[in-house]
């Protein structure tokens, strides 16, 4: 039954993340190779960081159905932008809107997905399974976006990075807590993509130096 749920909260977190990948290659102007593959890097490149670090064999190569999906998804999303032909879609609201809901999606489910795959092969140390849980969250999307030459988002996004890391330590000391892991997972998804949006719809950023005589927005 948990293994069901995992892989059920994986297809969601590997389409997420795979909109997410897509939308950004077709906003650099990507070609149809271009914006799968980058689909495929950012649902995919987050587990992939994580089974390095733990001298796994990185399971995108021995269980392709993640790539498949992703790839899949980033496809009908090219041919949806391609019908639809609107440059200026990227700049509208409820592109804005999609791009940040998926990518809190994925942020919220490989979060849950990242520390259940250490846990289950055996590490218990807290800081490797909430820093494996958060790099299955956030890598992808750092590779997503140096690949298209862009700062990536947990360095100066709306609060990006902070509740995918609580959520992570949240995760791991109910599951220690002996918390049912029906209970832990919906308590962190919906804390993770809640904090996420909420930052997203009131602009909250961590602080940074302001610079006088520059654009601080860039």
Do not use: Q
Not at 47 to 55: E, H, P, T, V
């Amino acid at each position: 039954m948990i293994d069901t749920i995992i892989m059920i909260l994986e297809i969601i977190g590997t389409v997420a993340f795979a909109v997410s990948g897509s939308m950004t290659a077709m906003k650099r102007r990507l070609d149809v190779l271009g914006t799968v593959i980058l689909g495929v890097i950012t649902a995919c490149g987050g587990g992939m960081l994580r089974d390095i670090i733990l001298n796994e064999i990185p399971a995108l190569f021995t269980s392709p159905l993640y790539v498949i999906i992703s790839a899949i998804t980033s496809l009908l999303m090219f041919v949806v932008f391609y019908i639809i032909k609107d440059a200026e879609a990227f700049e509208k609201k409820w592109y804005k809107d999609l791009l940040t809901s998926t990518d809190a999606i994925g942020l919220g489910v490989f979060v849950i997905v990242g520390a259940n795959v250490t846990m289950t092969i055996g590490h218990s140390n807290a800081f490797l399974v909430i820093f494996s849980a958060v790099i299955t969250a956030i890598g992808g999307g750092m590779i997503r976006d140096i690949s298209v030459c862009k700062i990536p988002n947990i360095f100066c996004k709306h609060i990006y990075a902070i509740p995918t890391i609580i959520g992570a330590i949240i995760y791991y000391y109910m599951l220690k807590l002996n918390t049912h892991i029906g209970v832990a997972i919906p308590v962190v998804l919906v804390f993770i993509i809640t904090i996420r949006l909420l930052a997203y719809k009131y602009e909250l950023s961590l602080p940074r130096v302001n610079f006088r005589n520059i654009d601080n927005n860039k």
